[in-house]
């Protein structure tokens, strides 16, 4: 077709063939698609919000914000706080971040820079096969096995040398806080290093190449180009692992200790806001009771979106700090 | 950082003071790298091995063709549940993989829209939600409206949890595909949705498988959520509107038990589940590289 | 449970469809199904039926589901295994959710019956109108302990517990193994200097509602401070999800005590105490499971109506005084006459024939005054308002 040709037929198209050509071309239909899709996973979003939200209506009205400030769970007089298990999620889980993440990204430079190639696919298989472990087989482990032969005897080691600190404060316990930081950090490994794995290796190698013809070392690379280009999908699988260690149930369940504490001493027992739906849950037996575990389902929801508001706000900040010709 | 100059050009500035301390900084750093990835070997051999060591004895091949038998009568297996966890986590899979792929395309064409932010919060807070909450949730949206536990239930609060981790690996896969790829595309007058389907995703392919296999892992070991929705069930079912046995279900019940029996065979369970999993990987992988080899072929 | 809210379920729906839509391999929702399912035979069952041993299911059989309690059912699955070669027309379904489950599934009718091992309170006897509790069998709970002589030897012997002694553990107030307490009350045992480390069970669950009823009763100061429940505020100690959580805390910590069930202390060795009755003495629920049936039999001449009774410190020389009952819970007016029929037909089994399984799985069946109650109100049981 001349090219005159078809600018008469389009001078013909009416805005009714223009849709119906639209339509025949498949962008119209795709792109619905994909705000379908989105819409649907916001709106599952919301409406999980909003059942845990109507479905606490009764603990909300009694404990009002007393509800995140109260230190008694008590089921038999039926007063309830969160506090407890607030804190021990967030001193879990950051604990756990700040140990994973680390040894995660390091993993994950060691399979995509430095690994040879004959070790790089049974050690990523070896990884990724850790995700399909079961959660209650890690509580178990963690129990009988890791909790015992690691978590005490590092325990009394820290409490020996650096019991000066609160959070190493004795007296010491097998099931601690430190115990659910030490397992949801091997728990979130796989999440870590399979994604940032797989952002590194998607990295174009004139990335590399460009750092390494200007005399940097492959240190310097990764740090000033590789990481830099990929901190978003870092990022993504960072708050990925963060969701899974805050959201964790049977696993923490298992070594925790489930105990009120409010120490800051890590080795002792505490608990989590997972934890305490996953014990109670299906045996509240009254109205009140079965709200205010909703609550607290409601409060780690409400945590969540916070951490990632905040999350965003930092990304936002170190995003604008990174000279540009590093993403270039 | 070195406000004024730019890395590179920072880092040669250093070069030239400092070379020794940047050699020996660049090899302990390395080295750090490989000693992490000693450190998570040890954890994930030792939990595997102890897997193994517990599960191996009560492997058969009845285990894989039998239907579970109480304390105290021998024999007996896991077929249901193998079945079962194949059937709720392939419902998972067919509403989760295409909702999150299609949502994956909206946020990376349009991230900073109102709804490409939204959809970006949300994925976020969706992990965050513990499994037991998805649960009950769906257990509100199908048990309770239709009157009966149902393998469908259970499959769609697997689909729940499995969406963030697939929508949000297969969104950052699709950013570190080279702009200039899209853009060959459609200059050449590839529609949108061609441009996605035949150049994107493929480029992005072995990390969205990345993505989905993750997803599976995590969706086919959780035993939370089944207790309100799957339910379980002793007997052979396929059928999705009634209970089903899943494997995950299966080894928390017997690993509650306070029998030696049922115990070594939550063990078993668990080596048969992870097997599945690596299993299916295996497969993703190969027919993943087969593809691409293809494409290049072409 | 959640209240379910329509347009939500609908754009669940929708979703579902959506999904379905994409992806053909999935099949699109059914239409709500009530209550009685025939459950339609799938080509499958071929290798079921060449199973030896596993009972062929009729073509066209019953479905009948049942959610609840723990602690029963690694019996209920074996009776229900045995049951379906009497019966091979039904199918009996039991899933283990917790007896706050349990109720809440039989309560909502998404289930054909439920267990408990809790006593409905009439909260929830008011939400399901009609509904009857039946005991079924009843199980002893022991102190498992753990705890190294001072020769550096683990101590086996059966450690005994005088009346209010375990009460006094549990509130902190006995803090050490040599209590003059403890130590008069075994003079075969050496008991060394040290810190008691309560270890109690951190999930919701029968066997604590049983434990603080036991508590509650001998003392008036835990009954006061803490109370009876599922779950309840410990005044001290380490939470253990489940008996597996606290028998692994009990066996790593030494000196650490908890209570178990009787089937886990003693199909795991673990050694254990037993607390003195409120007639002074101890009976070994151990070797003499009969000490349960003593305590059964003492609460058991009349239980009324509810069929519910606690039978913890029970007076008798010979009763164990941690038991408890665990029970099925069904309306006395079925909508479903098969399905009615075959629960009663299926329970008389279970009381008579089911008695062995019982006592091969260390639970203790009932006696025989109550096993009569339980029959005469299973005989009541009706139909859309007709006997059954």
Redesign the interface.
């Known amino acids: 077709m001349s090219v005159i040709a078809e600018i008469k037929r389009q001078k013909r198209n009416s805005p009714w063939s223009e849709l119906v050509r639209r339509i025949e ?3 119209v ?3 619905t ?20 939200w ?2 606490s209506a009764l603990a909300r009205a009694k404990f009002g914000l007393d509800f995140l400030t109260g230190t ?6 039926e007063d309830f706080g969160a506090l407890p298990f607030l804190y021990g999620t967030i001193q879990t889980s950051i604990f756990a971040l700040l140990i994973a993440v ?6 994950a ?3 995509s ?3 040879p190639a004959w070790l790089r696919q049974p ?1 990523g ?17 963690g ?6 032969s690691v978590v ?1 005897p590092f325990a009394q080691f820290l409490n020996d040398n650096l019991g000066f600190l609160p959070i190493f404060q004795g007296p010491v ?3 601690s806080r430190l115990a659910a930081t030490l397992i949801l950090s ?1 728990m979130v ?3 870590l ?3 940032s794995r ?2 590194f ?4 190698n004139a990335q590399r190449e460009g ?1 390494l013809g ?7 690379m990764i740090t ?2 590789l990481i830099p280009y ?1 901190l ?2 870092i990022l ?2 960072i ?2 692992a ?3 260690a ?5 696993a923490v ?2 070594v925790i ?4 504490d409010l120490s800051a001493s890590l080795l002792h ?1 505490g608990y989590t ?3 305490i ?11 009140l009771y ?1 709200e205010a575990l ?1 609550e607290i ?1 409601l409060v ?2 409400a ?3 916070l ?3 905040i ?1 965003r706000l930092l990304v936002w900040r170190v995003a604008r ?1 990174i ?1 540009t ?2 993403r270039a | ?1 070195e406000s004024a100059l ?3 050009r920072a ?2 500035h250093r ?1 030239r003071s400092n070379y020794r301390t ?2 020996i ?2 090899r302990v ?2 080295a ?6 000693l ?3 040890i ?6 091995g ?2 193994v060591q517990r599960g191996v004895g009560a492997l058969s091949l009845d285990f894989f063709t039998q239907l579970p038998t109480p304390v105290g009568v021998p024999g007996g297996g896991i077929l249901n549940a193998i079945v079962g966890s194949a059937i709720v986590v392939g419902i998972a899979c067919a509403i989760s993989i ?3 792929l ?2 994956a ?3 990376y ?1 349009r991230p900073n829209t109102l ?2 932010t ?2 970006r ?14 649960g ?2 769906a257990y ?1 949206v199908f048990v309770l409206t239709q009157g009966h536990f149902s393998a469908l239930s259970g499959g769609f609060a697997l689909a ?1 949890i499995m ?3 697939v ?3 297969t ?3 699709l ?4 702009k200039t790829l899209r853009d060959g595309s459609l200059a050449l007058g590839a ?4 441009t ?1 389907l035949n150049v994107l995703l493929p480029a ?1 392919m ?2 969205v498988i ?2 989905i ?2 997803g599976i ?2 969706v ?5 959520p089944m ?1 309100f929705t799957a339910f379980g069930n002793p007997f052979f079912s396929t059928a999705l509107d009634q209970p089903i046995a899943t ?2 279900h299966q ?2 019940v017997y ?1 509650i038990s306070p029998y030696r029996d049922w115990q070594d065979k ?2 078993a369970t ?1 080596l048969v ?2 097997a599945l ?2 299993g299916l ?1 295996i497969i993703a992988r190969g027919v993943a590289s087969w593809q691409e080899r293809k494409l290049r072929g072409r | ?3 379910s ?1 329509g347009l ?1 379920a609908l ?2 729906m929708a ?1 579902a469809l ?1 999904a379905a839509a994409c992806a053909p391999t999935a099949a699109p929702t059914s239409a709500p199904v009530v209550q009685t399912v025939v459950v339609k035979e799938t080509a499958a069952p071929q290798v079921i039926t060449a199973t030896p041993g596993a009972p062929a299911p009729a073509s066209g059989s019953l479905a009948m589901n049942g959610a609840g309690a723990t602690f029963p059912f690694p019996l209920y699955s074996k009776w229900f295994y045995d049951y379906a070669f009497v019966d091979p027309t039904v199918k009996f379904n039991y899933q283990s ?5 349990g ?2 599934q039989i309560t909502a009718k998404t289930v054909d019956f439920g267990a408990s091992d ?1 006593i409905l ?1 009439d ?2 006897l008011a939400k399901a109108a009609g509904i009857q509790m039946f005991p079924t069998v009843a199980g002893a709970e022991v102190l498992a302990y753990n705890l190294l002589g001072e020769d550096g030897k683990p101590i086996t012997a059966l450690l005994k517990l005088p009346y209010t002694a375990t009460a006094d553990i549990f509130l902190g107030k006995i803090t050490k193994w040599n209590d003059p307490i403890l130590q008069q009350a075994n003079p075969d045992i050496k008991l060394p200097a040290k810190d008691i480390i309560v270890v109690h069970r ?5 066997t604590t509602y049983i434990f603080t009823d036991y508590l509650s009763k001998v003392s008036p100061e835990w009954k006061e401070k ?8 410990w005044p001290t ?5 489940g008996n ?2 606290v028998s ?2 009990v066996s ?2 030494d000196g650490a005590i908890g209570y178990v069930e009787l089937a886990y202390a003693l199909t795991n060795k673990l050694p254990y105490g037993i607390p003195q009755n409120k007639a002074g003495e101890y009976v070994d629920v151990g070797k003499t499971p009969e000490g349960v049936q003593q305590a059964m039999s003492d609460f058991g001449a009349n239980l009324g109506d509810k069929l519910a009774i606690s039978i913890v410190d029970a007076p008798g020389k010979n009763s164990y005084p941690i038991a408890g009952y665990t029970y099925l819970l069904n309306y006395m007016n079925q909508e479903d006459c098969t399905k009615g029929k075959k629960f009663v037909e299926f329970f008389k089994w279970a009381l008579t024939e089911g008695t062995k399984d019982a006592t091969d799985l260390k639970y203790v069946p009932l006696p025989d005054d109550v096993k009569q109650q339980v029959l005469g109100k299973l005989d009541k049981m009706t139909c859309k308002g007709n006997p059954l």
């Open positions: 071309h498949g962008d239909i795709f792109r698609l994909t705000v379908v899709a989105g819409l649907l996973v916001v709106l599952v979003t919301a409406a999980t919000g909003f059942e845990l109507q479905n008694n769970w008590d089921p038999v007089i680390p040894i995660g990204l390091g993993i430079i060691f399979l820079e430095l690994a050690l298989f070896l990884v990724e096969l850790l995700a399909a472990v079961p959660s209650v087989i890690f509580g178990l482990w129990l009988y096995v890791f909790v015992p005490k316990f097998g099931p091997i490994l796989p999440t290093v399979a994604i797989d952002v290796l998607a990295i174009p750092a200007l005399g940097a070392t492959q240190w310097e000033q180009n990929g978003s999908g993504g699988a708050i990925l963060l969701g899974r805050m959201g964790e149930t049977i369940t298992m200790g489930n105990n009120l027992p806001m997972a934890s739906i996953a014990n109670e849950f299906t045996e509240a037996t009254t109205d079965r909703i389902g780690l929801f945590l969540t979106l951490v990632n508001i999350a700090r000279p010709e590093a | 950082m730019s890395p590179v880092a040669q070069a940047r050699q900084v660049n750093m390395l750090l790298c490989g000693l992490a990835a450190i998570a070997v954890p994930l051999v030792w939990i595997l102890y897997v295409p909702v999150s299609t949502a395309f909206y946020v064409a709804l490409g939204l959809i919060f949300s994925t976020d807070v969706l992990s965050g939600v513990p499994s037991i909450i998805m009950i949730f509100t729940i969406t963030p981790i929508l949000r690996t969104e950052e896969m950013k570190l595909v080279p529609a949108d949705w061609r996605a992005a072995s990390g990345t993505g296999m993750l892992a995590r086919a070991g959780e035993a939370a207790l494997l995950p080894i928390y690993a939550a063990w668990a589940l992870i999993v690596m990987e | 449970m959640f209240k809210s939500i754009l669940m979703f959506f959710i917790g007896s706050g489950g109720i809440a809790a309170n909260e929830q951190s999930d919701g669950s029968g803490v109370g009876n429940a599922t779950s309840v505020k100690g380490l939470g253990g999800k597996e959580g692994g805390l790593q910590n």
